[in-house]
């Protein structure tokens, strides 16, 4: 049994102004030539407890095997089955498939089985009697077609240069922007180059599979000389991996 709090509507009228971009999926929803905005879309705020929904619809089914999303902790998220009428009834169990959660942490990714096809992503959050906040805040999703895992927290981090909060690059937490990792307060005496690079490394136990690079909060919008060294008995193989806009790169 669903119950909402009966003191507004179990969805979210955030996206309900299209003249402005912070009032439209594309604030919240990665594509692929737009990033979401800065600050999410809270969403179902009410002083009630009880649940909240908010949903995006799509102008078409696409093919859903993982999203990457950022929210509040305890938001859930779920897709629209194929046989459902769109857009959905956000309080009917049967018209949504669940994702499963991957890892933890303020970024986490969520899975769905095989061949999923969709027209709509809910994303929900209950808001308990004694607690503080009284909405969902959605920070941002990226929708992929394929199934995938996220291996970076499995590995050991270590860089360059300010090893105490190098730690943080893949323990899945964006936590506060004075732990983001960097070079140093002031940088580097000299200027980052191919002649003075820094370097972060990611090192797993064992050798694992890798299929791209996600780098998230990474404090550039494009890198066209990003480089990769994998490291396969103890023979480095390094490439030039162009990232993409927002930080994207496919191996």
């Known amino acids: 049994m669903i119950i909402a709090p009966q003191a507004a509507p179990p969805a979210a009228d955030v996206f309900g102004r299209p003249h402005e971009r912070s009032c439209t999926p594309e604030w919240v929803l990665w594509t692929t030539k737009t990033a979401p905005g800065h600050n999410g879309a809270k969403f179902g705020e009410s002083k009630s407890p009880g649940l909240r929904h908010l949903r995006i619809g799509l102008n078409k089914p696409v093919p859903v095997g993982s999203v990457l999303v950022r929210a509040t902790e305890g938001v859930r998220l779920s897709v629209l089955k194929p046989g459902a009428k769109y857009p959905g009834n956000l309080a009917d169990e049967a018209d949504w498939a669940p994702a499963q959660c991957v890892g933890k942490g303020d970024v986490a ?9 969709t027209r709509a992503l809910r994303f929900s959050y209950t808001v308990a ?5 009284t909405f969902g805040l959605l920070g941002g999703a990226l929708v992929l077609a394929d199934r995938f895992s996220n291996v970076a927290p499995e590995a050991l981090a270590v860089a360059s240069a ?5 730690k943080g690059v893949n323990d899945g937490s964006v936590g506060d922007a004075r732990q983001w990792w960097d070079n140093g307060k002031e940088g580097a005496s000299a200027a980052v180059s191919p002649g003075h690079p ?13 299929r791209g690079l996600c780098a998230l909060m990474a404090g550039f919008s494009e890198a066209p000389g990003g480089m990769v060294t994998l490291l396969r008995d103890h023979v480095a193989l390094t490439s030039q991996v162009p990232f993409g806009a927002h930080g994207h790169a496919t191996a």
């Open 162 to 166: 300010n090893p105490a909060v190098v």
């Open 198 to 210: 820094e370097w972060l490394m990611l090192i797993w136990p064992r050798e694992a599979t890798l």
């Open 129 to 133: 009697p004694t607690q503080g906040n």
């Open 109 to 117: 990714l969520w899975v769905l089985p095989p061949k999923t096809l």
